[in-house]
T-cell receptor
Framework: DAKTTQPNSMESNEEEPVHLPCNHS???????IHWYRQLPSQGPEYVIH?????VNNRMASLAIAEDRKSSTLILHRATLRDAAVYYC??????????WGAGTKLIIKP | GAGVSQSPSNKVTEKGKDVELRCDPI?????LYWYRQSLGQGLEFLIY????????KSGLPSDRFSAERTGGSVSTLTIQRTQQEDSAVYLC?????????????FGSGTRLTVV
């Protein structure tokens, strides 16, 4: 299946790190890995993306496996505002975006 | 504008009526997507525009759905003779170019309810 695979839901405590996994075993060499998150009644919001190397930005870090068949989104210190559905996406070199079903992240205070 | 703007934010229509949904992408973004999201579901691809190229319409669910993009900027998604199964949130996204190198910016969506 070309879709990315993510756990349906995950729970984490506030102020602790969160690791959200994604499998994309059929990824091609030129596909980028994107992560977006979606709050209720809002459109998806860009989080981070990368190709081969690990990436860091102010929101999160993206760790990409050496074989690129999986990746992990890392939220270093979760807050209640990070509760959302997180989508892992394969973005092909043409334009196709292959979406996973998303992981619902629950943050416990 | 600073982001992708969609209008209206909410639309309630009677079954059988036509509706038009508008997307105003980020200025200069050549790539534009329309998606549909039913309650609690993931995103369903509808159509893709890139510059002056012919759009990819492969995701449109029926011939009641059509979309155009004028002047490489604003896009309109039209649904004719709406049905109750068309009820969903319609999302628009734009990007600087083609390919995963660029990030995508989504609008807040239009929530369509067909009664």
């Amino acid at each position: 299946d070309a879709k990315t695979t993510q756990p349906n839901s995950m729970e984490s405590n506030e102020e602790e790190p969160v690791h959200l996994p994604c499998n994309h075993s059929t990824i091609s060499g030129t596909d980028y890995i994107h992560w977006y998150r979606q709050l209720p009644s809002q459109g998806p919001e860009y989080v981070i993306h990368g190709l081969t190397s690990n990436v860091n930005n102010r929101m999160a870090s993206l760790a990409i496996a050496e074989d690129r068949k999986s990746s992990t989104l890392i939220l270093h210190r979760a807050t209640l505002r990070d509760a959302a559905v997180y989508y892992c996406i394969r973005a092909s070199s043409n334009y196709q975006l292959i979406w996973g079903a998303g992981t619902k992240l629950i943050i416990k205070p | 504008g600073a982001g992708v703007s969609q209008s209206p934010s909410n639309k309630v229509t009677e079954k059988g009526k036509d509706v038009e949904l508008r997307c105003d992408p980020i200025s200069g973004h050549t790539a534009l997507y329309w998606y549909r999201q039913s309650l609690g579901q993931g995103l369903e691809f509808l159509i893709y525009f890139q510059g002056n190229s012919a759009p990819d319409k492969s995701g449109l669910p029926s011939d009641r759905f059509s979309a155009e993009r004028t002047g490489g900027s604003v896009s309109t998604l039209t649904i004719q003779r709406t049905q109750q199964e068309d009820s969903a949130v319609y999302l628009c996204a734009s990007s600087s170019g083609q390919g995963g190198y660029y990030g995508y910016t989504f609008g807040s969506g239009t929530r369509l309810t067909v009664v």
